[in-house]
């Protein structure tokens, strides 16, 4: 994204939404906000505790400036740090977005990517600036859950020690340049790896987290194709996901995925039977409640067994979608009241409400078991990990 010269930082940003929140309760503020709080949890349930060691990486105390501006884009001034945040982890402010864009046509900019992402600027004392499908600025309540793309600054001795940049053969830092994994344990890699695991076209999954002590979360890269077309199903009629009662619940728990779309060796790879979080995220709320009964997370909300499931609100992956790829709405695992359930829209948001019988797409989640081992791959893209059981 940038250079410090006189620091030698680097600011990055995701190329893609990563996830979708609720910015906070009403405050235009970045302090003290639910996304703040996401960005820098250093649990499983938010951004920076999936990061591969980022205290060796990253500028613990980057500076993200979050000045109030509603100057239309091509007029934008450099913020002058009335509104500033010391965190690991913030969002671009909109001077550092217009400053992406070609010539006055926002949508050939390189930091348009087709969807709806948040910035940190504040429009007015009620409003926040975020990124459109088309490239051109918006203003919304902060109550809405739009995309998220995380920015990090890199320390100045980070150092490139393979690839070339591009979106094919990007750069590898060193120290996070792993060769010869063959043997290693699934549960020792990070979020994000791309994984080999089930059959045909839908065979491409990506570490979310371990969650759970010894076990690896993952999902489909994608939502599941049959012949190339995306599959939809409706959730069912009970907003509380069930592998028994509700109807995607038996469609994943069953043969028609499991062995349609798994099969064998990998089934047996799977966690029989894990806790699955079904709290409720209605507008303005909070993140952390769609797995506990409150931000303390003192205790954790309504639960559900099974062996496969959904991501919840939140969740890494979770509004991960490639708009220029994907033109699919799909289901999350976290109702957004006792009618409605949160999905992921085409613009990469998570949709406030809809109706469970409406069918949409379908994002696999499941844990791996502990005893699964690496035998080819470097976790690329490119070169996904291979896996057996051990």
Do not use: C
């Amino acid at each position: 994204m940038s250079v410090n010269n006189e620091a030698k930082t680097t600011k990055l940003v995701t190329q893609w939404n990563i996830s979708a929140i609720n910015y906070s309760s009403g405050s235009t503020a970045f302090e003290g906000s639910y996304m703040e709080d996401w960005l820098n949890d250093t649990s499983a349930d938010g951004f920076l505790g999936n990061l591969r060691d980022y205290e060796s990486f990253l500028v613990t105390d980057s500076v993200w400036d979050a000045t109030m501006d509603s100057t239309s884009l091509g007029s934008i001034t450099r913020p002058n740090g009335e509104a500033t945040v010391t965190a690991t982890v913030g969002l671009l402010n909109m001077y550092e977005y217009q400053t992406s864009y070609y010539g006055t046509t926002y949508s050939k900019g390189y930091l348009n990517n087709g969807l709806y992402w948040w910035t940190l600027t504040p429009y007015d004392d009620s409003q926040i600036r975020y990124i459109n499908n088309l490239g051109a600025s918006n203003f919304s309540v902060p109550s809405y859950a739009y995309g998220i793309r995380p920015s990090i600054n890199l320390k100045a001795n980070i150092k490139i020690v393979e690839g070339n940049g591009t979106v094919d053969n990007p750069y590898r830092l060193n120290g996070d340049n792993d060769a010869d994994l063959s043997g290693t344990l699934l549960s020792s890699r990070y979020s994000g790896e791309y994984i080999r695991f089930g059959s045909g076209e839908n065979n491409l999954y990506r570490i979310v987290s371990h969650e759970t002590s010894g076990l690896t979360k993952i999902t489909s890269a994608e939502p599941l194709k049959d012949s190339g077309i995306f599959k939809t199903l409706a959730f069912g009629n009970n907003v509380n996901y069930s592998d028994t009662n509700t109807t995607i619940g038996s469609f994943l728990n069953g043969d028609d995925y499991l062995i349609n779309y798994v099969n064998s060796p990998y089934i047996d790879m799977i966690e029989e039977n894990t806790i699955w979080y079904l709290g409720t995220v209605g507008s303005g709320e909070s993140y952390k409640l769609s797995k506990y009964i409150n931000t303390n997370m003192t205790d954790y909300a309504t639960i559900t067994y099974a062996k496969v499931g959904l991501l919840r609100n939140g969740e890494l992956m979770a509004s991960q979608i490639e708009k220029y790829n994907n033109n699919i709405e799909y289901w999350t695992l976290t109702p957004y009241s006792s009618d409605y359930i949160r999905r992921i829209n085409i613009n990469g948001n998570a949709g406030n409400r809809d109706d469970s019988t409406v069918a949409y797409g379908i994002k696999p989640a499941l844990n791996l078991k502990s005893n699964v081992v690496i035998t080819s791959g470097d976790g690329t893209l490119q070169n996904p990990f291979e896996i057996e059981l051990g």
